[in-house]
């Protein structure tokens, strides 16, 4: 049996791309599970936590990027693991990963590296930018979320 699995970062953006391509995949809608949740780590993951116990030895669990499902290696690592234990095949639409092939498992290990890479590589960026912002007196940290006056 076939089943998706879609991810997107924000509530803001749309899933739609990704479980078109999970139907073109072969995936029927009722086996999508998908989420808008930060792909840095599987805390508040339920659809993915849900799919993980569900899956069964002969199924497949289709994803379109490798990102989708993880940011983290260890977190890729961990989720490769759980599937090869239970003998599912992971397959991605858009990057050659089959990991029913020793070539599809070495690729997808080589996405996760540069998965996370990508991550770290933001996060740094993010980091600069803030600390430049104070320096020049321009970052004040996030907006007041609850009114003073009211508490």
Same mark, same amino acid.
């Given at each position: 049996?076939?089943?998706?699995?879609?991810?997107?970062?924000?509530?803001?953006?749309?899933?739609?791309?990704?479980i078109?391509?999970l139907?073109n995949?072969g995936?029927?809608e009722?086996?999508?599970?998908s989420?808008k949740v930060?792909?840095?780590?599987r805390?508040? !993951?339920s659809?993915?936590?849900?799919?993980l116990?569900f899956?069964?030895?002969g199924d $497949?669990l289709v994803?379109t990027r490798i990102?989708?499902?993880?940011r983290s290696?260890?977190?890729l690592?961990?989720?490769?693991a759980t599937?090869k234990?239970?003998?599912?095949?992971?397959?991605?639409?858009e990057?050659?990963?089959?990991?029913?092939?020793?070539?599809?498992?070495a690729?997808f290990?080589m996405?996760g590296?540069f998965?996370?890479?990508?991550?770290?590589l933001? !996060?740094?960026?993010q980091? $600069?930018g803030?600390?430049?912002a104070q320096a020049e007196?321009?970052? !004040?940290g996030r907006?007041q979320?609850?009114?003073?006056?009211?508490?």
């Amino acid at each position: 049996m076939k089943y998706g699995y879609a991810r997107v970062s924000t509530k803001e953006q749309d899933l739609s791309l990704q479980i078109e391509a999970l139907k073109n995949a072969g995936v029927s809608e009722e086996c999508i599970r998908s989420e808008k949740v930060s792909g840095t780590s599987r805390k508040g !993951r339920s659809e993915l936590e849900t799919l993980l116990q569900f899956l069964r030895e002969g199924d $497949e669990l289709v994803i379109t990027r490798i990102d989708r499902l993880a940011r983290s290696m260890m977190d890729l690592q961990q989720i490769a693991a759980t599937l090869k234990e239970r003998g599912v095949n992971l397959k991605a639409t858009e990057q050659a990963v089959d990991t029913s092939s020793p070539a599809g498992k070495a690729f997808f290990d080589m996405l996760g590296v540069f998965a996370e890479f990508e991550t770290n590589l933001r !996060r740094e960026r993010q980091m $600069e930018g803030t600390a430049k912002a104070q320096a020049e007196g321009k970052y !004040r940290g996030r907006k007041q979320s609850v009114d003073g006056n009211k508490v």
